[in-house]
């Protein structure tokens, strides 16, 4: 029986809450479909911002107008990426189905770390699934995290624990006494350097070997590093290969790396977070086989399988290892045999996360409902679009390119003949936030040998070929607009 001053979040009236879900869903669904026609980005109105820094409410309110606050302040201002000419950063797109997967995830509420229940099964199903697409063995070990970051560490803390004698969990950096080295190159991801510093190496741990003029890592250059290091008394401990750099898409040598990993008996991690699912794309397949050997992988779900924010995957080829780097079992998390405290083995032997959400629930729907095989066409679409951006490039002669194309990644920017490579920067930069500010599409920039570009990354579900016809357009518009000016 319900007591008078019994208390819960619950509404008081289900039904008022039904239609509200309805609303939400419909809203939602009403985005997506016309969002082709809508700006990109709107600037964020001093009223709003105002709005968003008001203190704590005291007193509740109705979640009708909670949601109306919302639907003010909150919806229209979004930074874009579900549109279909949202090429920044490295930015995926996310789907209806991934999104209301999310909601699902969010209602049934599991803590999926521990216990007999569905999330285990499908967290492990899904793991497994990761396995097939990266052509890992089906007895290697996995652990869906927040992201790449989160996954290259977790790979390289499995690295470095079980390095040389493997007592770097009890003994520390210090008590090991070795000083560990990691190899990678200059076109690194950033997060690489950040989880060097977090694992205790340093940064100056971290030997960031020069790339050649495809922006790929100088093997030659790395074998003598290991080399000279090894002269030294160092310790060379693992090599980070990427696959499909950050800046332009760019694929080490991995095949070659491998081999040098093999050589001097150091872990071969690939940081894959936006590249490695381009395995599915036959035109890049042979340049990434060496993935299947590697020692670790990274990957995001929420690039390049337009996953909806937030969830990478980390591989681990050797699962005694990956759970030997990670395995704890306080007294309050003792296993039984049956009932709800059995189950799979926790998945917090696996990474530094308690506490996990069922974000595995999205990407298990999401592959159900188009099979991995529209997602290789989906990627290698991508890819083609980059390769007809560069075309394009390629036939304006006001437009340079400035590396070649690789994966989904095109860097170009407007010339004009007798211009300072300052004037070229201020006039690209120009052009960028123009773009942007008039709602067009979202490119972004990098600084590529010295040199402002800008840069189109597209892990874009929504993106047609027409796309790319218009940003060229829109770019040499406002360009010529701002030259005209001057
Ligand atoms: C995006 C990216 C990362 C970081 O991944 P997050 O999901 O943003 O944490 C790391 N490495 C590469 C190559 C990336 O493209």
Known sequence: MKNETDQSLDPQDWESMRQLGHQMIDDLIDYWKGIRDEKIWKPIPQEVKKALETSIPENGEDPKKVYEDFKQNVFPYNKGNVHPRFFAWIQGTGTPLGTF????????????????HSAMYVDRQVVNWCKELMGFPSDASGILVSGGSMANITALAVARNSHGKGNIREKGLVGNGENLLLYCS?????C????????GLGT???????VNANFEMKV????????????????????????GTVNTGAIDPLDELLEIAKKYKLWFHVDGAYGALARLDPIYASRLVALEEADS???????????PYEVGCTLIRDAKKHRDAFAFTPNYLLQEKRGLSGGPDPISHYGFELSRGFKALKIWMSL????????????????RQAEYLGRLVDSHAQLQLMAPVSMSITCFRMVQEGMSEE?????NREILVRIQEEGIASPSSTILNGKYTLRVANVNQRTRFEDMDILVDEVLRIGNEILSKK
């Open 101 to 116: 997967a999310d909601l699902l995830a969010s209602g049934m509420n599991p803590n999926t770390t521990i216990g007999e």
């Open 368 to 383: 159900k409902e188009h099979g991995w095989k529209k997602y290789a066409q989906m990627i290698a679409q991508n890819n």
């Open 192 to 199: 690489i350097q950040k989880a060097a510093e977090i694992l």
């Open 204 to 210: 100056d741990s971290v030997r960031m070997i020069p």
């Open 423 to 427: 004037e070229i920067r201020d006039l």
């Open 186 to 190: 200059t076109e690194t991801h950033s």
């Open 297 to 307: 992988v990274a990957f995001d779900l929420h690039k390049w399988l337009y996953v």
């Open 220 to 243: 030659d250059l790395l074998e003598e590093q290991i080399q000279a290091d090894l002269a030294a008394g160092l310790s060379p401990f693992a090599i980070v290969g990427t696959a």
